[in-house]
Antibody
Framework: QVQLQESGPGLVKPSETLSLTCTVS????????WSWIRQPAGKGLEWIGR???????NYNPSLKSRVTMSVDTSKNQFSLKLSSVTAADTAVYYC??????????????WGQGTLVTVSS | SSELTQDPAVSVALGQTVRITCQGD??????ASWYQQKPGQAPVLVIY???NRPSGIPDRFSGSSSGNTASLTITGAQAEDEADYYC????????????FGGGTKLTVL
């Protein structure tokens, strides 16, 4: 059973960079797409972006200028950096495995989520 | 369009059937996938593709699609089905971006 676990600071100051890592266990990170998704309190899900194990990325156009994703296959980890954060970036951040096949695109495994608060 | 629209709230009597819908242009090209999210928990995939259930998802959950509308049907809703439900699909603009619906709060009466 594939498991994902987010890790990183729970508190980030405004204008600084949010950094999170997702560790994948129970399976290889290779040959899959991996994504970050966030959810502000009481609101819906927002896709941040995806990364393939080759390092190829696609980002949400609304966040593209501030997002960087990377992958470390030797550690079975992938990471998110979101720069110049504001209070609007306060949310629960999830990592998830992304699958795309036969005209369907879905997230089959999710981490438990980690709350990141942007505050001074 | 890159938007998916869901009704904010739906209710169903215990044991009855409920349909939760998701509308968007991208659904003319791609199937929707559906997630159940209970308070304080991560979303769980319940339906993907034409009508596929991951292992462990009860068969009272089913999916369908027509035109620009996808539907998640729960046949014989149980108390434990009370949750938020989100649809997602790929952006129809040609970019490999992902879009989510705004979510539907299902109340089981």
């Amino acid at each position: 059973q594939v498991q994902l676990q987010e890790s990183g600071p729970g508190l980030v100051k405004p204008s600084e960079t949010l950094s999170l890592t997702c560790t994948v266990s129970g399976g290889s990170i290779s040959s899959y797409y991996w994504s970050w998704i966030r959810q502000p309190a009481g609101k819906g899900l927002e896709w941040i972006g995806r990364i393939y194990t080759s390092g190829s990325t696609n980002y949400n156009p609304s966040l593209k200028s501030r997002v960087t994703m990377s992958v470390d296959t030797s550690k079975n980890q992938f990471s998110l950096k979101l720069s110049s954060v504001t209070a609007a970036d306060t949310a629960v951040y999830y990592c998830a495995r992304y699958r795309g096949e036969l005209s369907t695109y879905y997230f089959d495994y999710w981490g438990q989520g980690t709350l990141v608060t942007v505050s001074s | 369009s890159s938007e998916l629209t869901q009704d904010p709230a739906v209710s169903v009597a215990l044991g009855q059937t409920v349909r939760i819908t998701c509308q968007g242009d991208s659904l003319r090209s791609y199937y929707a996938s559906w997630y159940q999210q209970k308070p304080g928990q991560a979303p769980v995939l319940v339906i993907y593709g034409k009508n596929n259930r991951p292992s462990g998802i009860p068969d009272r959950f089913s999916g369908s699609s027509s035109g620009n509308t996808a539907s998640l049907t729960i046949t014989g809703a149980q108390a434990e089905d009370e949750a938020d439900y989100y649809c997602n699909s790929r952006d129809s603009s040609g970019n490999p971006n992902v879009v989510f619906g705004g979510g539907t709060k299902l109340t089981v009466l």
